[in-house]
């Protein structure tokens, strides 16, 4: 059975640096064509895709963060690790983190129960 | 970006109704499109993978349609528990983006 959670701070002040990390267990990041995803939600908007890791170590990020975000894994602790710099208000979101399957699926079957951060002074 | 448009935005309806949403890209995504239903408080679910496959375990009154940029998910017999937001997702290109959600809600 795979299963996501996500960890972290609950506040953050302006421009301080976002450490979530998702411990995961069911499934391995060293399987070929596994990923690992984060996406997010503000209070009441959409969801919005901000990146990904693969099991081989390829990451994609959203451009529009591509300078503030970082993804690293660490396999044998079955841990990603969401690195976001300099966070805005704006940035105050539900964030979820979730399995991508191998194969030629680019789709997100399983979901960590999301954790709220809130960026405020 | 590809933008995913859905509509409607919200819709109502009775037990019992079959009900359509459609979700338009901006350009192809061949047919890299994915349905999720999300519940007030709840991480998405997977409904509809690679336009039109069921996930495992998600009822047969869901069905997924359409390739390149014009989508549909249909339900088609609206049961009580199906009241939640549905979003449509590209994943041909990066970044995999979503639509701005349907809201179901049952009448």
Excluded at chain 1, 97 to 117: E, K, P
Aim: aromatic share 10%; charged share 15%; proline share 6%.
């Amino acid at each position: 059975q795979i299963t996501l959670k996500e960890a972290g701070p609950t506040l953050v002040k302006p421009t301080q640096t976002l450490t979530l990390t998702c411990t995961f267990s069911g499934f391995s990041l060293s399987t070929s064509g596994v990923g690992v995803g984060w996406i997010r939600q503000p209070p009441g908007k959409p969801l919005e895709w901000l990146g990904i890791i693969y099991w081989d170590d390829d990451k994609r990020y959203r451009p529009s963060l591509n300078s503030r975000l970082t993804l690293t894994k660490d396999t044998s602790k079955n841990q990603v690790v969401l690195t976001m710099t300099n966070m805005d208000p704006v940035d105050t979101a539900t964030y979820y983190c979730a399995h991508r399957r191998g194969g030629n699926s680019r789709d997100f079957d399983y979901w960590g129960q999301g954790t709220l951060v809130t960026v405020s002074s | 970006d590809i933008q995913m448009t859905q509509s409607p935005t919200s819709l109502s309806a009775s037990v019992g109704d079959r009900v359509t949403i459609t979700c338009r890209a901006s350009q192809s995504v061949s047919s890299y499109l994915n349905w999720y239903q999300q519940k007030p408080g709840k991480a998405p679910k997977l409904l509809i993978y690679a336009a039109s496959s069921l996930q495992s375990g998600v009822p047969s009154r869901f069905s997924g349609g359409g390739s390149g940029t014009d989508f549909i998910l249909t339900i088609s017999s609206l049961q009580p528990e199906d009241s939640a937001t549905y979003y449509c997702q590209q994943s041909y290109g990066i970044p995999y983006t979503f639509g701005q959600g349907t809201k179901v809600e049952i009448k």
